[in-house]
């Protein structure tokens, strides 16, 4: 099976912040690495998939990075409606494994 | 616009088989390059993937759950279900049913139900 383990579990910002979350894929994903934002009562939103391609409708704020095992997700100025969590998933593997996730809090 | 939608009973007893149908609309369920699939969050955890079927019918499941799982799909009726069967307690979650694009740059799913919730108990 392939682990994902996002870094940090949590993490607090103030608006207008540049915020950076790491994926680390426990072996080599190529740029199968979707990013997905969800909302406290919500489903799942997808925002970036290939590791780097912004789904349609999606604020250009947002931005993905990375091949391999390393993988990045940037918001480059958080706004209010940004605070979630966020989980990374790879689909190299037919398992489509989600990392643990990160929240994304106000400071 | 496509949308999906889950129903289902939202109390299921341990040892028992959960049933979830997913309704989609907007989309044909047999159009090439998309898959359908479920995914489960336990209260206050994160996701787990659950499986996902293909629109050919070829199956993918989670192997830590792949003995108790089976999705199908409904043509006539546009609808995909996931079976799981002897469910703890530990399946109490909200059950997401999600239609995923699948080509050479992997398998995202970008279209997800509301959710639904399960709870496993006597």
């Known amino acids: 099976d392939i682990e994902m383990t996002q870094s940090p579990s949590s993490l607090s910002a103030s608006l207008g912040d540049r915020v950076t979350i790491t994926c680390r894929a426990s072996?080599?994903?190529?740029?199968?690495l979707n990013w997905y934002q969800q909302k406290p009562g919500k489903a799942p939103k997808l925002l970036i998939y290939?590791?780097?391609s912004l789904q349609s409708g999606v604020p250009s704020r947002f931005s993905g990075s990375g091949s391999g095992t390393d993988f990045t997700l940037t918001i480059s100025s958080l706004q209010p409606e940004d605070f979630a969590t966020y989980y990374c998933?790879?689909?190299?593997?037919?398992?489509?494994?989600f990392g643990q996730g990160t929240k994304l809090e106000i400071k | 616009q496509l949308q999906l939608q889950e129903s289902g009973p939202g109390l299921v007893k341990p040892s028992e088989t959960l049933s979830l149908t997913c309704t989609v609309s907007?989309?044909?369920?047999?159009?090439?390059?998309?898959?359908w699939g479920w995914i489960r969050q336990p209260p206050g955890k994160g996701l787990e993937w659950i499986g996902s079927?293909?629109?050919?019918?070829?199956?993918y499941y989670n192997p830590s759950l792949k003995s108790r799982v089976t999705i199908s799909v409904d043509t006539s009726k546009n609808q995909f279900s996931l079976r799981l069967k002897s469910v703890t307690a530990a399946d109490t979650a909200v059950y997401y049913c999600?239609?995923?694009?699948?080509?050479?740059?992997?398998?995202?799913?970008?279209?997800w139900g509301q959710g639904t919730l399960v709870t496993v108990s006597s």
């Open positions: 072996q080599s994903i190529g740029s199968y």
């Open positions: 290939a590791a780097s």
């Open positions: 999600a239609k995923a694009y699948g080509d050479y740059v992997g398998v995202f799913s970008d279209y």
């Open positions: 907007g989309a044909s369920i047999s159009s090439t390059s998309f898959y």
């Open positions: 079927i293909y629109y050919s019918g070829s199956t």
């Open positions: 998933q790879q689909s190299y593997s037919t398992r489509y494994t």
